[in-house]
């Protein structure tokens, strides 16, 4: 079973920083693509950033040049570094990854919650 665990989430003012982390049960390198998405209730879930197994990334227009996605192979962990938070950006974060992540997802983590105070 392929399992990814997100941790890191939690309560932050505007313009804190916070980095979520994703741990997975084996190598990350069997994933072409791994990322994360966030959902808010209401609204369609939104890719946030993803990267791809030769380390391009990619990073929705709301985050950029806010948040960095990076890796770890050796641990087996994916992060996403979050910084200057706005309460826009409160949402519950899921880990994902797969084939082509930025598509379809194949595997997901059960989320984080992020919630940013104004």
């Known amino acids: 079973q392929v399992q990814l665990v997100e941790s890191g989430g939690g309560l932050v003012e505007a313009g804190g920083s916070l980095r979520l982390s994703c741990a997975a049960s084996?190598?990350?390198?069997?994933?072409?693509?791994m990322g994360w998405y966030r959902r808010t209730p209401g609204k369609q879930r939104e890719l946030v950033a993803g990267?791809?197994?030769?380390?391009?990334?990619n990073y929705s227009d709301s985050v950029k040049g806010r948040f960095t996605i990076s890796r770890d192979n050796a641990k087996d962990t994916v992060y996403l570094q979050m910084n200057s938070l706005k309460p826009e950006d409160t949402a519950v974060y899921y880990c994902?990854?797969?084939?082509?992540?930025?598509?379809?997802?194949?595997?997901w983590g059960h989320g984080t919650q992020v919630t940013v105070s104004s």
């Open positions: 994902a990854a797969g084939t082509w992540i930025y598509s379809s997802p194949d595997y």
């Open positions: 084996g190598s990350i390198f069997r994933f072409n693509t």
């Open positions: 990267i791809i197994r030769a380390g391009s990334t």
